[in-house]
């Protein structure tokens, strides 16, 4: 059975549920028998327990897909974290070679004047 | 000829400045609509704990079958705990961490995302000054060299130079974003639908509890005396009004996550055509606005029925 099944499984019992105490709960207001009421609550009983046990295997199952998935966006977020400080290194890069062009004209200055 | 050089590369280089920076507007608009998402998402789940742990204890406190070995923790070594049969809703408080977890990294991923085309990352002033700066390099260079350049033309050549040094980094850093996108859309896929998945199981989840909710209140009513039912009539309209919410923000957020792989493929368009429609941007922006809306009152019936 896929998640999406059981997930639509889960939306039919939780439905059927909700209905069926509503059922309860107008038995007991015609005043039904005990009988009646007892077998009411004994379906109750068991659907819970089954919606239970669904919702704890879909809640398990979940925290596992999250967690993969999570694996994988952090290693997305380290690759993009990388290209920002490529960019940063560039920008500090481009700073630089002026800041170098500086010195290279005063070394060219110097040069000059002890030409003359 | 020095001076034909000058005029040359200083034509050439301002004649492919038209790469226009990227907008990062549509970047800001995803990374807000994913976090008031993550929000949504948080509030319905906080609901959905309060009352799967309130339905635990309602229903095992009125169960023969109980017992109270059933209620203790086994202690492991160091950290370690564990429970023979444990309740739902300690799976659910696990869950919330997982999806905490989860939210956390692909908000990081928004952010990152906003970062890397936002103004703050290849700012004008950093090229405005390395252009002043290359100016008087170039001006002390060219009176050592004898190189005949007016002012004018020395000046034309270095704002050429600092602009081919930022167009260089921008198209970098769109060819950077591009390719995050691309590489990332699976994953963006996969986190709308494992959110949708999620919700599906609150909804499910709430739906069922509901029920458990009302319970207690209806044997409160039963009973009381019919003259004084106040109390439990405006505790049960109280709970029908948060479940009406918590569904109505479990809809829209579900809304809101099947918006986003759109939205996320979109960001593509808006960086090659700062012009073009942005539907699916567009479509996520309206969708976060109403769970904006709806979240807030969820989480104000919350706190009010915890008084």
């Known amino acids: ?116 | 000829m020095n001076r034909k050089w000058f005029i040359c590369i200083s034509v050439l280089v301002l004649a492919v400045t038209g790469c226009a920076s990227v907008d990062p507007k549509p970047f800001v608009t995803f990374n807000s609509v994913v976090k008031e998402a993550s929000t949504g998402i948080d509030s319905a789940m906080a609901v959905n704990y309060d009352w799967t742990r309130s339905g635990f204890i309602e229903s095992f406190s009125n169960d023969p079958k109980s017992t109270f070995s059933q209620l203790v923790i086994q202690v492991g070594d160091k950290y370690s705990w564990w429970m023979d049969k444990p309740a739902i809703y300690l799976e659910i408080k696990r869950t919330q961490s997982a999806l905490c977890d989860l939210n956390n990294a692909f908000t990081e991923y928004a952010n990152l995302l906003v970062k890397l085309s936002g103004g703050e990352l290849i700012k004008a002033d950093t090229f405005d000054q390395l252009a002043k700066d290359l100016n008087r390099n170039a001006s002390d260079a060219a009176k050592a060299l004898k190189v005949p350049a007016t002012p004018a033309e020395l000046s034309l050549f270095s704002k050429a130079a600092s602009e081919a040094a930022r167009l260089y980094i921008e198209n970098k850093r769109q060819g950077d974003l591009i390719d995050a996108l691309r590489k990332n859309q699976d994953n963006v896929q996969k986190y709308s639908d494992l959110c949708i998945e999620l919700i599906h199981i609150i909804r499910g989840n709430m739906k069922t509890y509901y029920v458990e909710k009302y319970e207690p209140i209806r044997k409160a009513w039963n009973a009381a005396p019919g003259e004084k039912r106040q109390k439990q009539t405006e505790a049960m309209l109280a709970l029908d009004e948060q479940f009406t919410n918590a569904l109505g923000v479990l809809e829209q957020v579900e809304v809101t996550y099947s918006a986003i792989p759109k939205a996320h493929a979109d960001l593509s368009k808006a960086i090659k055509d700062n012009k073009s429609d942005l539907e699916g941007i567009q479509q996520l922006y309206s969708s976060g606005m109403r769970l904006q809306r709806l979240y807030t009152e969820l989480k104000k019936a919350n706190l009010d029925s915890q008084k």
């Open chain 1, 1 to 116: 059975m896929t998640i999406s099944e059981k997930n639509e499984l889960l939306d039919n019992l939780s439905t059927h549920y909700t209905r069926l105490n509503y059922l309860k709960i107008l038995a007991e207001e015609k005043n039904s028998s005990p009988d009646v009421l007892a077998q009411i609550e004994r379906r109750k009983i068991r659907l819970k327990t089954e919606i239970d046990m669904l919702l704890k295997d879909l809640y398990a199952n979940w925290i596992g897909d999250a967690a993969q998935l999570k694996t994988s966006v952090d290693s997305g977020n380290q690759g993009l974290n990388r290209c920002i400080a490529d960019i940063e290194g560039d920008v500090n890069v481009a700073q630089k070679i002026v800041e170098a062009l500086d010195y290279v004209d005063e070394v060219i200055n110097l040069a000059g004047d002890l030409l003359k």
